[in-house]
């Protein structure tokens, strides 16, 4: 029960979404609030109320639709929001974030109902800590952040990425029940260089090129400060940035505050996952693999470093688990003879004769599986396919960059093009398919499976730090919950309807990683488990008298 004084009254009461019921207020609720007048004399219970939902949804023709009109009701109710989300997950996480966000953020001035999140500009460098005052709530746990540079694979969009961190939070919420109230979207504005963009009416960022340089680090650490002092048991979640900034970004801080980047170790993790539940079809052992990477950026490098680390877990030296990791770039095969590579490509640059293309690269290293996180839309051709079958009984095809127009290739053309014998995921959802007979339903390589476990743990355990080892260990309780049924039908991933029942398990074993390494700021409870549990979050409409 609440302490009804410190609540919103009248229509106030109506439009604060946290404690908005709307048509569900009870009778009692209704005079001791009043609301009488101003809500039709029906009561809805919370089942109807959600029927409701359903059918509006069900009345938009077209996925953008249907993302503005759960962004209103995120704005109005946001305990229905969730419940909605949490009723059919498989229905609403495609169009809460990918792929519908990366039809929204190009359009977000266009279709901006009421702000979300908090937008840090440039503008207000030496005023970082008062910009953060303003956010209404005192406690936040998590910020997603991002500066709008490489949103997706759509690149610079400016203030329009906003709709990143709101998606990704949703999700923190949804996918693993961590509280919305401690959440906080955040975008660093610090400018764009999208021309189109900086012309556009609409657009609502800073109309400036992007700041660069010592002024943008400068900004950058005056944020994280601020957060530091306004929210001491906060973690930061970089989102977005561009492969410079975010490998720069993660090195600075990540032995110094509770932070990581999904980008890097969050897609790495869940490509880990798809990855081990893949040899459990292909019945191989990870250290045997090779893999071949289209894309060396912070994606690629990221997943080639936690593939590396797991196999070193493995007993193979660290030196020879990087040996079985190859990278591809717009300038063909990443080799120790190249002098335009970052310090990140250079432990998987080796030796090796100078190859220009993706597909003479399959030919010449062999690899068992070919991990696409380039944004190239087909980079993964017909030959590229057939050649990977024919070198692999089962190849293994991960097509990870997203929206799906990005997409190295579909699932349709991995079945289609390896007689259906490709091991397949995306970063995209794809819909279950027939191909000679047989049903196969594609993995969605999604970081869902990661983060927002991740975000449980971190904070269930109110952790220090987060480390490589607890993405490895959350790689792999990701895979231990795919069933031989899933298998049987090419799904390399649990089923996205059970996505918090699989993630409060990656949480429960994360957490226990927190305990046994000494990171947490909670004592140690007997049932890792039930303290997991009764963390959560549930979408319930909470009594006011």
């Not at 990581?260 to 040899?279: E, M, R, S």
């Not at 079985?324 to 063909?332: D, M, Y």
């Not at 993405?471 to 799904?491: H, K, P």
């Not at 963390?535 to 909470?542: D, G, S």
């Amino acid at each position: 029960m609440q302490d009804r004084h410190k609540l919103p009254y009248g229509a106030d009461l109506l439009h604060h979404p946290r404690w908005n019921k709307s048509t569900a207020f009870t009778e009692a609720e209704r005079e001791a609030f009043g609301l009488i007048g101003l809500l039709p004399e029906g009561i809805d219970t919370e089942e109807l109320q959600l029927q409701r939902v359903h059918l509006q949804l069900n009345q938009k023709t077209t996925d953008l639709e249907k993302y503005i009109f759960l962004s209103s009701l995120q704005d109005n109710d946001e305990t229905l929001f969730y419940k909605a989300l949490m009723s059919a997950p498989a229905q609403f996480m495609p169009l809460v974030y990918t792929p519908t966000v990366g039809e929204a953020c190009p359009k977000f001035g266009m279709i901006l109902r009421r702000p979300k999140g908090l937008y840090v500009s440039f503008k207000r460098r030496g005023r970082v800590r008062d910009v953060l005052k303003n956010w209404p709530v005192k406690d936040v746990r998590f910020i997603v952040v991002t500066d709008g540079e490489r949103i997706l694979g759509l690149g610079d969009l400016g203030a329009n990425g906003m709709g990143i961190p709101i998606g990704k939070l949703a999700l923190y919420t949804a996918c693993a029940g961590v509280p919305p109230q401690l959440t906080l979207p955040v975008t660093l504005d610090v400018g764009t260089n999208n021309e189109s963009l900086l012309r556009d009416p609409f657009y609502l960022g800073l109309r400036q090129q992007r700041v660069r340089g010592a002024a943008y680090d400068d900004f950058v650490d005056e944020f994280v400060a601020a957060v530091q002092d306004a929210y001491s048991d906060c973690c930061i979640q970089f989102e977005d940035f561009a492969n410079a900034q975010a490998v720069a970004l993660l090195a600075r801080y990540r032995d110094r505050i509770c932070c990581f980047n999904d980008d890097i170790q969050g897609t790495a993790a869940v490509a880990l996952a798809g990855i081990l539940a893949a040899l459990r079809i292909v019945q191989g052992k990870l250290h045997d693999q090779t893999f071949l990477f289209l894309g060396a950026g912070s994606a690629g490098i990221g997943i080639a470093n936690l593939l590396s680390q797991s196999m070193a877990r493995e007993g193979l030296p660290i030196e020879d688990a990087r040996r079985r990791c190859w990278l591809v770039n717009s300038k063909g095969l990443v080799h120790s003879q190249r002098d335009d590579l970052t310090d990140s490509q250079r432990p998987f640059a080796h030796d090796h004769t100078p190859v220009k293309s993706f597909l003479a690269a399959v030919e010449a290293l062999r690899p068992s599986a070919i991990i696409g996180v380039s944004t190239v839309p087909k980079a993964f051709g017909k030959d590229v396919i057939e050649t990977m079958a024919r070198i692999n009984h089962r190849p293994i095809i991960f097509a990870l960059s997203n929206p799906t127009s990005c997409s190295e290739c579909t699932a349709a053309e991995a079945y289609q093009w390896s007689q259906g014998r490709a091991i397949f995921a995306s970063g995209s959802p794809f819909a279950p398919l027939q191909f000679e007979g047989k049903t196969f339903v594609p993995g969605q390589g999604n970081n869902v499976y990661v983060f927002p476990a991740m975000g449980m743990a971190i904070y269930a355990t109110q952790a220090r730090r987060v480390t490589d080892e607890m993405f490895i260990e959350a790689a792999r309780s990701v895979a231990d919950q795919v069933t031989q049924e899933n298998l049987d039908v090419g799904l390399i991933y649990p089923p996205q309807s059970s996505i918090l029942a699989t993630s409060l398990r990656v949480a429960e074993n994360v957490a226990r990683m927190i305990f046994d390494r000494g990171l947490a700021g909670v004592d140690r409870p007997a049932d890792i488990a039930a303290f997991i549990q009764a963390k959560a979050y549930r979408p319930e409409y909470r009594p006011l008298l």
